[in-house]
């Protein structure tokens, strides 16, 4: 079975322009994450969905990112415009509803972003 | 705000010995706690996990064990191989979740 589908594995684009991130979660999968890792600061859940509907953007670093999920295999996470410092690897991850968050999560590769 | 600490940002043991890995959480609401594992250029892969209602889960070589009262779990891994080696991510979740910063363990042969 497929996994999480991430794409583009790489992206080096320069400051200022859009960039857009995509993921294929696990079909039957009701959840869907995306996180950012940096150095400095580990892991960070930045929003999640629950059956297509964002449910948590607490973790949204200001309103040049945004994310949506306009059906059950494809969601998308935004940012526009981009800055140095959102250079990070992102991650998508996916999981069943089960009992709610405490069910494991299937992650994808990673995009790895770079801005000039 | 850093709910989900691990404080040891690496560590270093043989292969054969015993590797422990440490993870404090403050929330008290959360209930449910994971481990993960991660290898350079791919994406975490859950490892074990463990309901707060367990103090101690055991899968092969891996073993987490829970204190509620001191809001601190482990990962034992015993004994330790070469394939081992990778960041270590610790999770927690309930209503909310959230994961650590990571360990990065090197088993030396």
């Known amino acids: 079975d497929a996994g999480v589908i991430q794409s583009p594995r790489h992206e080096v684009t320069e400051m200022g322009q859009e960039v857009t991130l995509r993921c294929k979660p696990i079909?039957?999968?009701?959840?869907l994450f995306w996180y950012r890792q940096t150095m400095m600061r580990g892991l960070e859940l930045l929003i999640y969905f629950n059956n297509n509907v964002p449910i948590d953007d607490s973790g949204m670093p200001e309103d040049r990112f945004s994310a949506k999920m306009p059906n059950a295999s494809f969601s998308t996470l935004k940012i526009q415009p981009s800055e140095p410092r959102d250079s990070a690897v992102y991650f998508c991850?996916?999981?069943?509803?089960?009992?709610?968050?405490?069910?494991?999560?299937?992650f994808g590769d990673g995009t790895r972003l770079s801005i000039l | 705000d850093q709910q989900v600490k691990q404080n040891s940002p690496s560590l270093s043991v043989q292969e054969g010995r015993i590797s422990i890995l440490n993870c404090d959480y403050t929330n008290s609401m959360f209930d449910y706690f994971l481990w993960y594992k991660k290898y350079p250029a791919e994406g975490p892969t859950f490892l074990i996990s463990i309901s707060s209602i367990k103090d101690k889960n055991e899968d092969g070589r891996f073993t987490v064990f829970l204190n509620k009262s001191a809001k601190h779990l482990s990962l034992h891994i015993v004994p330790s191989q070469p394939g081992d080696s990778a960041v270590y991510f610790c999770a927690a979740s309930g209503n909310d979740m959230r994961f650590g910063a990571g360990t990065r363990l090197t088993v030396k042969p």
């Open positions: 991850a996916s999981s069943f509803a089960g009992d709610g968050l405490r069910q494991p999560q299937h």
């Open positions: 079909s039957g999968h009701d959840y």
